[in-house]
Antibody
């Protein structure tokens, strides 16, 4: 069965960096792009970026460019999201999600499998 | 960025009721519209993709409809396990965006 298993909760000080991992299993790792989204406490979702596991190419949300770096290790089917220069409003649950596509009369991209989430707390 | 606006922001209904949640996009998004359910402390669960296609394992009481920029999620014959927050999502643009959520409480 498809699983995305993320690393555990982190507590960081402002200005530090955090690296969250996401280990994929149960499917062909290089077939599906993976996105990262975050959810601040009691809030909705914010898209952060996408990585193509095939070649490692990435695209990031404008507001995070320069601070976020997404990578992957094909030998272990693991993806990573590193966020630097942390601020208090980076406190959130970070999710890795697999993107699938449906093409037919109706077409859409969608997130069919989610990691369990990693809480990152930024506090002095 | 495409803005997604859901209404209502919260609602309360009884078991057996039918409820409808509306999602409006700030631009036409074709059929790139999905719905998710999230329960407290859990990752979201995909319910419906491409406006109206039910994800495997999702009960048939969930239905999606709409076109262009206005979409609806209807839950008929509400069950106790349907509580949670529901989010719409557009994937028409590269920067995927979500609605702010609709919190459903079962009376």
């Amino acid at each position: 069965q498809v699983e995305l298993v993320q690393s555990g909760a982190e507590v960081k000080k402002p200005g530090a960096s955090v690296k969250v991992s996401c280990k994929a299993s149960g499917y062909s790792f290089t077939t599906y792009p993976v996105h990262w989204v975050r959810q601040a406490p009691g809030q909705g979702f914010e898209w952060m970026g996408i990585i193509n596991p095939t070649d490692g190419s990435t695209s990031y949300a404008r507001q995070h460019q320069g601070r976020v770096n997404m990578t992957r290790d094909t030998s272990t089917a693991t993806l990573y999201m590193e966020l630097s220069s942390l601020k208090s409003d980076d406190t959130a649950v970070y999710y890795c999600v697999r993107r699938n596509i449906f093409r037919g009369v109706l077409t859409s991209y969608f997130f069919d499998f989610w990691g369990q989430g990693t809480l990152v707390t930024v506090s002095s | 960025d495409i803005r997604m606006t859901q209404s209502p922001s919260s609602l309360s209904a009884s078991v057996g009721d039918s409820v409808t949640i509306t999602c409006r996009a700030s631009l036409t998004i074709s059929t790139y519209l999905n719905w998710y359910q999230q329960k407290p402390g859990k990752a979201p669960r995909l319910l419906i993709y491409a406006v109206s296609t039910l994800q495997s394992g999702v009960p048939s009481r969930f239905t999606g409809s709409g076109s262009g920029s206005e979409f609806t999620l209807t839950i008929s014959s509400l069950q106790p396990e349907d509580f949670g927050t529901y989010y719409c999502q557009q994937t028409f643009s590269t920067l995927y965006t979500f609605g702010q959520g609709t919190k459903l409480e079962i009376k």
